[in-house]
């Protein structure tokens, strides 16, 4: 099992930035990757960024690149995601997830994922 925790998200203004950070504990050497996801209520989880655990190569959304940038600090179990510039559209609740099957970076649907933590909100209003 891998129990993965999100935290930083919260209410920021147009143009601010925010850390998420997601913590994962329990067997988490299987890891291969591991991704960001948002969902908004009544609407599709949509792949945000991933990251190779071990490499530490990333693939970002284009709706996102250049202004998230996803990271891992890699003795602390942790990975990151620093959003900068946010907009409206970005409000919503994020989440991290953990992946220990495919070990190739260009996998962004929500199945290929085994493991998820339970949201964190952030919220991008004036």
């Known amino acids: 099992q891998v129990k993965l925790v999100e935290s930083g998200g919260g209410w920021v203004q147009p143009g601010e930035s925010l850390r998420l950070s997601c913590a994962a504990s329990g067997r988490t050497l299987s890891n291969y990757a591991m991704g960001w996801f948002r969902q908004a209520p009544g609407k599709e989880r949509e792949f945000v960024a991933r990251?190779?655990?071990?490499?530490?190569?990333?693939y970002s959304a284009d709706c996102v690149k250049g202004r998230f940038t996803v990271s891992r600090d890699y003795a602390k179990n942790t990975m990151y995601l620093q959003m900068n510039n946010l907009k409206p559209s970005d409000t919503t609740v994020y989440y991290c997830?953990?992946?220990?099957?495919?070990?190739?970076?260009?996998?962004?649907?929500?199945?290929?994922?085994?493991?998820w933590g339970q949201g964190t909100q952030v919220t991008v209003s004036s």
């Open positions: 997830a953990a992946d220990q099957t495919h070990k190739s970076l260009y996998y962004t649907h929500p199945s290929h994922y085994n493991y």
């Open positions: 990251i190779l655990w071990n490499d530490g190569i990333t």
